[in-house]
């Protein structure tokens, strides 16, 4: 049976059951040290500063990922397959319309158009 | 038959048949936050290829305050955890839970939303309007679209909050109010999103 985005493995078809506040506290903790990290990286001096946009993009994919299995249960079992597959169709898309953008303008801003 | 056998489907005693009602609603309203998601995709790429066109106007640097963006953050994160709470109040079917859950969800939402309205009377006051520069135009467009999110959200929350009032956890308040809990939760992905690029790279010199 298919599981609906959002909800938790302890839930059943009933809609009785009382969900489990583990995965929650889970994601909240990691959120909170990710976010924490995120901000550090941005202000110290320790790190290699043209390296730090990169860690914080993946620190920033890396969140997003913990909200996506901890606060919307999106798992990879076989009842979260159309789930996983329209969020793999919208991750497709955002990158072709982020990363094309950018390559797209970085390369015309390098060719002169106007006059 | 033989085709599910075929495919490696076990042919048991039961058949799955069509999901239950609130699995497709779930399901659907999951297409359509994909769907919000990709419309802010490009308001990003926006941005992200005008965070430099400033016009000799102000900057990123000279604008953000990270205080209050840590604040925004913490806010937000807190908010979704505690409407992960009131999910579970809902699943149990407690009234208690759930309005304490929708209140503190609601109180630390719309703590957000003021203090986002602080950081853009403030930029206003210092002459960093939208008109200002393409940079600023591009901001306002993407923080104010999310920030506009928010303020649904907590509008829509006060009616589900009503609603459970009147109408009890009825099947059908019962989807609106997974639908709310998902919308929710996406708002902070796209935040996590929107503080990194915005606020961390934009006063990252």
């Known amino acids: 049976m298919d599981r609906a985005p959002g909800d938790d493995t302890t839930v059943g078809e009933d809609e009785a059951h009382a969900s489990d506040l583990r995965p929650y506290l889970i994601g909240l903790l990691l959120a909170v040290v990710l976010t924490a990290t995120s901000f550090w990286a941005a202000n110290t001096s320790v790190l290699w500063p043209p390296g730090v946009p990169i860690g914080l993009v993946v620190l920033a994919i890396a969140q997003m990922g913990v909200h996506l299995v901890f606060f919307l249960h999106i798992t990879s079992g076989p009842d979260n397959t159309n789930n996983v597959l329209a969020l793999a169709f919208g991750v497709l898309i955002v990158a072709l319309i982020v990363i094309g953008s950018l390559w797209i303008m970085s390369n015309l801003s390098g060719i002169s158009l106007l006059p | ?205």
Not at chain 2, 101 to 107: D, E, R, V, Y
Not at chain 2, 126 to 149: D, I, K, M, N, Y
């Open chain 2, 1 to 205: 038959m033989t085709a599910a056998v075929t495919h490696g489907v076990p042919v048991g005693g039961h058949e799955s048949g069509p999901a239950s009602k609130r699995v497709i609603v779930a399901y659907g309203f999951w297409i359509f936050l994909l769907s919000d998601i990709v419309m802010f995709s490009a308001i990003f790429a926006t941005y992200a290829v005008l965070s430099r066109a400033t016009a000799g106007g102000p900057s990123g640097t000279d604008l953000f305050s990270q205080g209050t963006v840590a604040i925004e953050t913490s806010c937000l994160l807190a908010s979704s955890f505690l409407c992960g709470m009131m999910s579970m109040a809902v699943s149990r079917g407690d009234y208690r839970g759930t309005y304490i859950g929708g209140a503190s969800t609601f109180l630390l939402g719309a703590a957000f939303l003021a203090l986002e309205i602080r950081e853009f009377a403030g930029m206003v006051a210092q002459g960093a309007t939208p008109e200002r520069s393409a940079f600023l135009s591009a901001f306002f467009t993407l923080v104010g679209c999310h920030g506009a999110h928010v303020a649904v959200g907590l509008a829509w929350l006060i009616v589900m909050m009503a609603l459970v009032r009147s109408k009890g956890f009825r099947p059908n308040i019962r989807r609106r109010l997974a639908c709310f809990s998902l919308f929710w939760h996406a708002l902070d992905i796209i935040w996590v999103a929107l503080f990194t690029i915005v606020y961390l790279m934009g006063m990252h010199k």
